[in-house]
């Protein structure tokens, strides 16, 4: 059934595939895309992936991306760099040492995956937050 639109709304859009999608994370890009992170059930080769989405200002699905392995892959929380890029940081129980390793990646304005690393100890390792910092070199 169509839903019934609330004042003031734009477009509503629904996305995700057959099975469990779950929002964790939507930012606001530059040029006014809402990039979506989340875990999917639906999408990837593992038990859950981390799925990002970029929708246009339109409402319109730009480009999605799933990233993971054969495991859980959770908790994703993005940011957009200077350049454009994607930064994100998650959970992993698919690659690195430990039980819960951190998974880092960047994701390009067009959600090709740049690269993603795992890292941690032997135990439980977590991040919440990701920032963008500035190095310089004397």
């Known amino acids: 059934p169509e839903r019934e639109v609330p004042p003031g709304t734009k477009w509503l859009l629904r996305i995700g595939g057959g099975r469990y999608e779950d929002t964790f994370t939507i930012v606001e890009t530059r040029d ?3 990039v979506v992170a989340g875990k999917t059930t639906s999408y990837g080769p593992g038990e859950s992936a981390i799925w990002i989405v970029k929708i246009s200002a339109a409402g319109q699905v730009l480009w999605q991306e799933s990233l993971g392995g054969s495991a859980y892959e959770l908790d994703p929380v993005i940011v957009e760099s200077r350049n ?5 940081v998650g959970q992993t129980l ?3 040492a430990g039980e819960n390793d951190i998974l880092l990646a960047r ?3 067009d959600g090709r ?3 993603q690393k795992a890292i941690g100890g032997p135990l439980h390792d977590y991040a919440r937050s ?5 190095v310089t070199h004397p």
Not at 130 to 134: D, K, R, T
């Open 32 to 34: 006014g895309a809402l």
């Open 84 to 88: 454009g890029d994607l930064l994100l």
């Open 94 to 96: 698919s690659f690195g």
């Open 107 to 109: 994701l390009g304005e």
């Open 113 to 115: 995956i740049l690269w």
């Open 130 to 134: 990701i920032v963008e910092g500035s």
